[in-house]
């Protein structure tokens, strides 16, 4: 059995019209609208791709949270990674910088790593972090950096690699954490009064973390909450059951990506993530400073920090965003892609002003890819 066998029923016409007409109907004795939330770039490109939002009741919405760990990524933090190549090469040292390919053209106010390699500095663009270990050990005089952006989806390799590398004793191969934690986040928007009453779960974090890393959230504010796969029927069966559990007041978590996603989740790949990251305070991009959602290496394993072998001083004030750039507004939920003035005219993926439209799950790039102009 292939993968197209396992997904078909999940893209069949037939049950997507099913469930769209079971939407429809409890949609018609629920009080007031309702406002479903979900973290993740795989699922706003299935939910646009397939044209799910024409097809729901207007009292049904669905709006993009900060799922793009990329656009989230800040600007003080690539700005002293760049600082960082540049002191080195001053020093005499030549630091070979690893990264992924949307992180790779992110705009900042000193320009992005594509604009640090038009300048001589080796930056590649890798597929995953294994390839930067390959790249370490080809290169064993060379100090090579992975800048390490992500949620748990990410991290968890992140945290793989670095113990094979410790065990390997591999000196040369060091990391830039700006991976984040993708519940702890929605919980800062949801003490910030971000309305959100229902909750859309993104299925790969999910296999890290389990259906128990959501559960504080509906213990703790009453929120449903769906673990959903990444095909269109996946979707729209999450967006029927939440709006059940919405109308009945059930506030809970419902696994229904059983084919890949376990209560527990990888627990291989928690213990590895908590043996290498602590928990700390950390600044999402256009969003502000969100208490306890970062992830930075633990002190003992402060060598494989890049942050610690060079110190510099990164200028204060640096503008997150273009001026009249609403990717704050797209990442919070708050605006559509379509209601920036500069989407699609001055913002575009070859010339982007925003985090939001360079990305691969940027909601804006999703909405230009698929031709949501208006």
Same mark, same amino acid.
């Given at each position: 059995?292939? @993968? &197209? #066998?396992? *997904?078909?029923?999940?893209?069949?016409?037939?049950? =997507? +019209?099913?469930?769209?007409?079971? !939407?429809?109907?409890?949609?018609?004795?629920?009080?007031?609208?309702?406002?479903?939330?979900?973290?993740?770039?795989?699922?706003?490109?299935?939910?646009?791709?397939?044209?799910?939002?024409?097809?729901?009741?207007?009292?049904?919405?669905?709006?993009?949270?900060?799922?793009?760990?990329?656009?989230?990524?800040? @600007? &003080? #933090?690539? *700005?002293?990674?760049?600082?960082?190549?540049?002191? =080195? +090469?001053?020093?005499?040292?030549? !630091?070979?910088?690893?990264?992924?390919?949307?992180?790779?053209?992110?705009?900042?106010?000193?320009?992005?790593?594509?604009?640090?390699?038009?300048?001589?500095?080796?930056?590649?663009?890798?597929?995953?972090?294994?390839?930067?270990?390959?790249?370490?050990?080809?290169?064993?005089?060379?100090?090579?950096?992975?800048?390490?952006?992500?949620?748990?989806?990410?991290?968890?390799?992140?945290?793989?690699?670095?113990?094979?590398?410790?065990?390997?004793?591999?000196?040369?191969?060091?990391?830039?954490?700006?991976?984040?934690?993708?519940?702890?986040?929605?919980?800062?928007?949801?003490?910030?009064?971000?309305?959100?009453?229902?909750?859309?779960?993104?299925?790969?974090?999910?296999?890290?973390?389990?259906?128990?890393?959501?559960?504080?959230?509906?213990?703790?504010?009453?929120?449903?909450?769906?673990?959903?796969?990444?095909?269109?029927?996946?979707?729209?069966?999450?967006?029927?059951?939440?709006?059940?559990?919405?109308?009945?007041?059930?506030?809970?978590?419902?696994?229904?990506?059983?084919?890949?996603?376990?209560?527990?989740?990888?627990?291989?790949?928690?213990?590895?993530?908590?043996?290498?990251?602590?928990?700390?305070?950390?600044?999402?991009?256009?969003?502000?400073?969100?208490?306890?959602?970062?992830?930075?290496?633990?002190?003992?394993?402060?060598?494989?920090?890049?942050?610690?072998?060079?110190?510099?001083?990164?200028?204060?004030?640096?503008?997150?965003?273009?001026?009249?750039?609403?990717?704050?507004?797209?990442?919070?939920?708050?605006?559509?892609?379509?209601?920036?003035?500069?989407?699609?005219?001055?913002?575009?993926?070859?010339?982007?002003?925003?985090?939001?439209?360079?990305?691969?799950?940027?909601?804006?790039?999703?909405?230009?890819?698929?031709?949501?102009?208006?």
């Amino acid at each position: 059995m292939g @993968v &197209e #066998d396992v *997904v078909r029923p999940y893209r069949d016409r037939g049950v =997507a +019209r099913k469930l769209v007409e079971k !939407i429809r109907e409890e949609a018609k004795t629920l009080e007031g609208e309702i406002r479903i939330m979900h973290v993740c770039g795989t699922h706003e490109d299935t939910i646009t791709r397939s044209g799910i939002r024409s097809l729901l009741p207007k009292n049904v919405r669905v709006v993009s949270g900060p799922g793009c760990p990329v656009c989230i990524t800040p @600007v &003080e #933090d690539i *700005v002293a990674m760049q600082m960082i190549m540049k002191k =080195a +090469r001053e020093e005499g040292n030549e !630091i070979i910088m690893t990264t992924f390919g949307d992180m790779y053209k992110i705009p900042t106010p000193v320009g992005s790593f594509a604009d640090l390699k038009s300048e001589g500095y080796d930056v590649r663009v890798v597929y995953s972090i294994f390839d930067t270990y390959r790249i370490a050990k080809e290169n064993p005089d060379k100090t090579v950096v992975h800048f390490s952006p992500g949620f748990e989806t990410t991290t968890a390799p992140t945290a793989g690699m670095i113990n094979a590398v410790v065990n390997e004793g591999l000196e040369n191969f060091k990391v830039y954490s700006v991976h984040r934690l993708t519940p702890q986040g929605v919980e800062v928007l949801i003490k910030q009064k971000s309305r959100i009453d229902a909750l859309i779960d993104a299925g790969h974090v999910s296999t890290i973390i389990g259906v128990k890393g959501w559960e504080f959230l509906s213990e703790r504010y009453g929120i449903p909450q769906v673990v959903a796969g990444f095909e269109p029927n996946d979707v729209l069966m999450a967006i029927l059951l939440l709006v059940k559990m919405y109308k009945e007041g059930d506030g809970r978590v419902v696994n229904e990506y059983k084919r890949s996603v376990k209560y527990e989740g990888n627990v291989v790949a928690q213990r590895l993530i908590d043996k290498y990251f602590k928990v700390v305070d950390a600044k999402w991009r256009a969003l502000g400073v969100f208490p306890g959602t970062g992830l930075e290496l633990r002190d003992e394993w402060k060598e494989l920090d890049i942050k610690n072998l060079y110190d510099v001083d990164v200028p204060k004030n640096l503008p997150d965003l273009e001026k009249g750039c609403l990717c704050g507004a797209v990442l919070r939920g708050l605006a559509l892609p379509t209601d920036c003035p500069h989407f699609g005219k001055t913002c575009t993926p070859r010339y982007p002003i925003g985090p939001c439209m360079v990305s691969y799950e940027g909601t804006c790039q999703i909405f230009y890819k698929y031709g949501v102009l208006f």
